[in-house]
């Protein structure tokens, strides 16, 4: 059953905390993305990926967010400090790039999301 | 950017209806993807449909690039079709590529 997983599925934390949310993207997709959700601002790209190289994360807050690969197993998104602003659902999506391709062509398949809630 | 709007916002059906749920974008598109997001927020692949007619059960999705819009036809709905459908295309600008989202529309199905 071939599907992205994320973890944790649900956090709460305090304010000015640090928060990790974990992904592993479908085996053999080659790009992965980072969305968040909110009833405000609805779907949002916040980075992704190719080959594990970071090519655009121009939709993150840079002071306090970070997003990395560190295998093309695993993608990781920080927040520190978190902040009551952030609570949202984050979601991650993965898909396959072709060699040639663009990822404006890539079907993206999502994970069940993470819902943050920062207090 | 690029804009996206889905119309109707809202709608509420009857099981056994059928309906129609219409995204417009406002350039040309790489991509286009129709999800449903159920009631447990998760998002469902539907179509992948840049351009052309496909047919997946009591669904079906129609888009016409030339004309920028997309059509997504729910037949015999079921209270289980309740939930948002988003389309959310692909663009390219520059080297910078980007999946859209449209704003949704809700959908529920009512015995």
């Known amino acids: 059953d071939a599907r992205v997983t994320q973890t944790p599925r649900h956090k709460v934390t305090e304010m000015g905390q640090e928060v990790t949310m974990r992904c592993q993207p479908i085996?053999?997709?080659?790009?992965v993305f980072w969305y968040r959700q909110t009833m405000m601002q609805g779907l949002e790209l916040l980075a992704y990926?190719?080959?594990?190289?970071?090519?655009?994360d121009s939709g993150m807050p840079k002071d306090r967010f970070s997003a990395e690969m560190p295998d093309a197993t695993l993608a990781t998104l920080k927040i520190q400090p978190s902040e009551p602003r952030d609570s949202a659902v984050y979601f991650c999506a993965s898909g396959l790039t072709l060699r040639q391709g663009s990822i404006a062509n890539t079907e993206a398949f999502f994970g069940q999301g993470t819902r943050l809630t920062v207090v | 950017g690029i804009q996206v709007e889905q119309s109707p916002p809202d709608l509420i059906l009857q099981e056994g209806a059928n309906s129609t749920l219409r995204c417009n974008f406002s350039d040309s598109v790489n991509n286009l993807q129709w999800f449903h997001q159920n009631p447990w927020g998760q998002l469902i692949n539907l179509f992948y449909?840049?351009?052309g007619t496909k047919q997946n059960g009591r669904l079906s999705a129609t888009t016409v690039a030339t004309e920028r819009y997309s059509l997504l036809y729910i037949s015999s709905s079921q209270t289980t079709d309740s939930g948002v459908y988003f389309c959310a295309v692909g663009t390219r600008t520059g080297t910078a590529s980007k999946l859209t989202f449209g704003t949704g529309t809700r959908l529920q199905v009512t015995l």
């Open positions: 449909i840049p351009s």
């Open positions: 990926f190719r080959n594990r190289a970071p090519l655009d």
């Open positions: 085996l053999g997709h080659n790009t």
